[in-house]
């Protein structure tokens, strides 16, 4: 079965804190695909980052940063220095390589709230 | 930046009426998509369509739903007698091919009164 699970439903931190929001997969396929998206308050859904399974290499993108990790099938999502603007709802999700349609399975989503 | 667009960004139906909903996916890409969001849940997939046919679908898309490629840049999904359980954010989503992002568009917020 292919799933994605984000445990953490809800964080609330204060601005400059650091954040870590984590993803767990399951998958059977050797491989795939993940995804991070993020959903403001405004309620579009923007791709942040795509990282596929053979490649373990984190990843920094400015603030954010992504650690991938095999062997305990988690692909955590960091950012530093939080700010107001990273309020939002955080999905994780998931390509199968047996999928012939590349549809994706997201988690359940964290809701990030940033406070000044 | 090419953008996947959808139309209308919010409707208003009442219960038992047909609703189509209306995305332009971005020009080159290949495969397309329905995803529904409850609120305050997560996305689901509902189908994918490829080469002018659904190569896939959910359990949620039943013999209500349906899609279309009418042109060369419309994609729409239509729900023939809406329910109170299909209010939700409608998103259309379009890919170039391989593994590439999917890109979504805004969203459709479908309300059922």
Known sequence: AQKVTQAQTEISVVEKEDVTLDCVYETRDTTYYLFWYKQPPSGELVFLIRRNSFDEQNEISGRYSWNFQKSTSSFNFTITASQVVDSAVYFCALITGSSNTGKLIFGQGTTLQVKP | ?113
């Open chain 2, 1 to 113: 930046e090419p953008e996947v667009t959808q139309t209308p960004s919010h409707q208003v139906t009442q219960m038992g009426q047909e609703v189509i909903l209306r995305c332009v996916p971005i020009s080159n890409h290949l495969y397309f998509y329905w995803y529904r969001q409850i609120l305050g849940q997560k996305v689901e997939f509902l189908v994918s369509f490829y080469n002018n046919e659904i190569s896939e679908k959910s359990e949620i898309f039943d013999d209500q739903f349906s899609v279309e490629r009418p042109d060369g840049s419309n994609f729409t999904l239509k729900i023939r007698s809406t329910k109170l359980e299909d209010s939700a954010m409608y998103f259309c989503a379009s890919r170039v091919g391989g593994f590439q992002p999917q890109h979504f568009g805004d969203g459709t917020r479908l309300s059922i009164l």
